[in-house]
């Protein structure tokens, strides 16, 4: 007696794993790739440093094993990019532009191991290219940049494993593992999400290989330098998670987690992200990474996570979107079953670039703190030689004696990593911050007694530390963009009370 298999039309084929791939289509994936590649890279000169690339430089500046926000990984970045191309936007922006660039191909990849071909491989290349959160985050020399390439990197490792049931891929995943939690420690809850898809999938056997042990043994000993550099500082990055745990983890940000996916993926990728996510659950042996993802999911989404958080994932939905659609496209001739998906997608693309990177002029962005909301990253690259030119003129304004031995204190990384870079060319010193690593270089030689110019610190605070506050103007930003530095205050400060030794404690502040 025979018997039939019913499948619907983009179900997988019960294939085995030594079924041969389909042909990897590199011309137009790579094509992809360097499009995503160029266009970050022609708009990197525009605007200028964030706020945050502004850290990585002073942090480059104090090379560690650790950071209060980071671990070492951009910090070493950026200081390779500045020995090689000196303190450049551009040259800051090369290397997570070509991250960017490779997880395109990464997805590519990945939807070839799930069994897709061109038009998979295309589909799911392009979706990668023109998601609105990636475009956005590849742009910036950041952790999340980063983060994101990892994910990418082992979505596919873990898919290729579960393909080939080759534990021996654990090593590699291991290995890409403890460099991405030299990067960002969300790295950790990819892996959290993957044991639970892995015992719910039905294959929680895999995590009895010795193999993937070996493989977390060597993402620890290559994570172990940032291990000991927090135990010898007292756990201040963990201090920090707790810090932002307890700042953003609200009742809304759980509330507003799931609906922002469609921003942080793109409204348009929603089929995509369907599909992808169905064909996952379906697959006959990437079911756990559909089920990694609404683990994690609702686990973000519970705790109140950032949106982007979950960023990581859709390189592997995006890869089996491709594949689901091929599915759905059939036997049609490839030129007219594929148009319409490339069209959808690079509307999509086109439509999210205003938004996510610097095309348009300054004038152009946003005012007000709650459309500054819609792309703060935008915000946070705009004013900041402007800012050290209002405190260059403060100190202009001081008698020549109190010029000499001037000292700048700000409340916020960013405000220091720009007095720390443009200062020089205003005769100005470099700054000192209670805020985040700052506060662990200490006030360095910051002189007892002297005239302190502040930004960006409270009144009532500043009066603990000098008898004499004296405002000295606000912020002002180019066409008075929004920033979360607009209008902060400027300070004289004299007769100072505590020395900064007896000061420093007190002005801790992670955040």
């Known amino acids: 007696m025979t018997t039939t298999t019913i499948r619907t039309r983009d179900e997988p084929p019960l294939a085995p794993a030594s079924t041969a791939l389909p042909r990897m289509h590199l011309r137009p994936v790579l094509a992809i790739a360097a499009g995503l590649v160029a266009l970050e890279l022609a708009v990197a000169g525009r ?8 850290y990585f430089l002073a942090c480059a500046r104090h090379l560690d094993w650790g950071y209060v926000d980071q671990p070492p990984l951009v910090p070493a970045m950026a200081r390779l990019a500045t020995a090689v191309l000196g303190p450049s936007v551009v040259g800051i922006r090369m290397l997570p532009a070509l991250a960017g660039g490779a997880a395109v191909v990464f997805t590519a990849l990945t939807a070839r191991e799930l069994g897709g071909g061109r038009r998979a491989q295309v589909l799911a290349a392009l979706a990668a290219a023109t998601s609105p959160e990636v475009l956005a985050a590849f742009h910036l020399l950041s952790t999340i940049a980063f983060d994101l390439f990892f ?11 579960l393909r080939t049931q080759d534990d021996r891929l654990w090593l590699a995943v291991g290995a890409v593992a403890g460099l991405g939690l030299m990067n960002k420690f969300n790295v950790a809850f990819l892996f959290v999400g993957l044991v639970a898809g892995l015992v719910l999938g039905g294959r929680g056997h895999m995590l009895r290989s010795r193999w993937l042990w070996v493989g977390a043994v060597l993402a620890l ?17 963990f201090a920090m998670l707790r810090s932002l745990h307890q700042e953003n983890s609200t009742l809304g940000a759980s509330l507003v987690f799931i609906p922002a996916q469609l921003l942080v993926m793109g409204p348009v990728l929603v089929l995509l992200w369907f599909g992808g996510l169905r064909h996952l659950l379906r697959h006959h042996f990437a079911r756990p990474l559909g ?12 705790t ?3 949106p982007y958080y979950l960023a990581g994932m859709y390189f592997v939905l995006f890869a089996a979107g491709g594949a689901w659609a091929e599915g759905r496209l059939g036997a049609r001739r490839p030129p007219r079953g594929i148009r319409g998906w490339v069209a959808l997608i690079t509307a999509g693309g086109v ?16 005012e007000g703190p709650w459309e500054g909301s819609i792309n703060k990253d935008l915000s946070a690259t705009v004013g900041w030689e402007s800012l050290v030119g209002q405190i260059a003129k403060v100190s202009a304004a001081l008698p020549a004696a109190a010029r000499t031995h001037l000292v700048i204190f700000t409340g916020d990384y960013g405000a220091a990593g720009a007095v720390d870079l443009y200062g020089d060319r205003y005769g100005l010193p ?4 209670g805020h985040n690593s700052y506060w662990w270089w200490g006030p360095g030689g910051a002189g007892n007694g002297a005239t302190t110019v502040a930004v960006d610190l409270p009144r009532p605070y500043l009066r603990t530390i000098f008898s004499e506050v004296i405002p000295a103007g606000g912020v002002a930003t180019p066409d008075a963009v929004w920033s979360e530095e607009r209008g902060d205050p400027i300070w004289i400060c004299r007769g100072q009370k505590l020395t900064w030794a007896q000061a420093w404690p007190s002005a801790r502040h992670y955040g």
């Open 47 to 54: 605007y200028g440093f964030h706020r945050d690339e502004l």
């Open 151 to 161: 994910w990418s990197a082992i979505t596919l490792l873990v898919v290729r494993l």
């Open 221 to 237: 000993v290559i994570w172990s330098p940032d291990l000991i550099w927090n135990a010898r500082h007292d756990w201040a990055a």
């Open 291 to 302: 089920l990694a993802y609404l683990v994690l999911l609702v686990l973000f989404a519970v």
């Open 304 to 306: 109140g996570a950032k």
């Open 351 to 366: 439509l999210a670039v205003p938004l996510t990177l610097p095309i348009l002029p300054v004038s152009a962005l946003a």
């Open 430 to 433: 470099h700054a000192i911050s």
